[in-house]
């Protein structure tokens, strides 16, 4: 059993962890206000078709980490962006359905693109669980400049946003996430902590959300990396395993700080 671990290298997994808290970092908030608008597949239908403009770039021949794909990616999410608002002001009794209706054309629309190309099957599973243990500086200095923007523009002018503005600052999140993390990580990060914290006092949801989602990445990078996972999927399940107790202890620990 032994001969399958392996020893935890930091300079693998400290950048990864870096990758994993800047994407909480915007993340946390968000899915907070997708929790409270009732519109949870909006994550899984931006990150899909964000990851649509880089399949069609991919296809168009860019260079992967070329900005000529960053842009395809950042325009595609601004369209989709565009219509969640169009379609939440035209029709808002069915708009998650009309979400999920988005998340499976998108999905449909990438795998025709893909579907000649012999490494279709590799960019799709990137595109999904993504490739957090690679990451590199120039992605992270890009991320966390970013992040810096959107935080500042969500805690410093969230009122003013409106839905548009929502829309937006949510699109630019998912799109620069989904390529560090995948698409399922970025749903983890979003929903995961916002459930599990839902009934906290609403002074104690974004700290412990973001130190639920901290530990999740800490503990999933840790162990995929010794015993030798897919990282990608072993955090989603430590976030969920952390939001599951962190959801059971909530009831005390409300009760404890009411008496």
Known sequence: ?????????????????????????????????VLRKGIVFIDLAIAQIAGLGVIAADALGWEAQGWGVQLAAASAALVGAALMTWLERRW???????????????????????????????????????????????????MAALTAVLLALWFGARERLGSTGFYVVFALAVTASVQLVGVYLVF???????????????????????????TAY????????????????????????????????MPAAKRALEA
């Open 92 to 142: 808002p009794d069915v708009q998650e359905a009309l979400i999920g209706a988005l998340f499976v054309l998108a999905s449909s629309v990438g795998l025709l693109l893909l579907a000649g190309n012999p490494h279709g099957g590799e960019h799709l599973k990137d595109l999904l669980v993504g490739q957090i243990l690679w990451v590199t500086p120039s992605q992270l200095l890009g």
């Open 188 to 214: 983890s990060s979003l929903i995961m902590p916002a459930l599990a914290v839902r009934r906290a006092p609403t002074r104690w949801r974004l700290p412990v959300a973001w130190g639920l989602g901290a």
């Open 1 to 33: 059993m032994l001969d399958h671990w392996h020893p935890l290298d930091w300079s693998i997994v400290g950048p990864a962890l870096v990758a994993g808290l800047l994407v909480l970092a915007t993340h946390v908030p968000l899915g907070m206000q």
């Open 218 to 249: 800490l503990l999933g990078l840790a162990i995929s990396a010794v015993l030798d996972l897919p990282s990608g999927a072993v955090v989603v399940v430590a976030m969920a395993a952390c939001a599951i107790g962190v959801a059971g202890l």
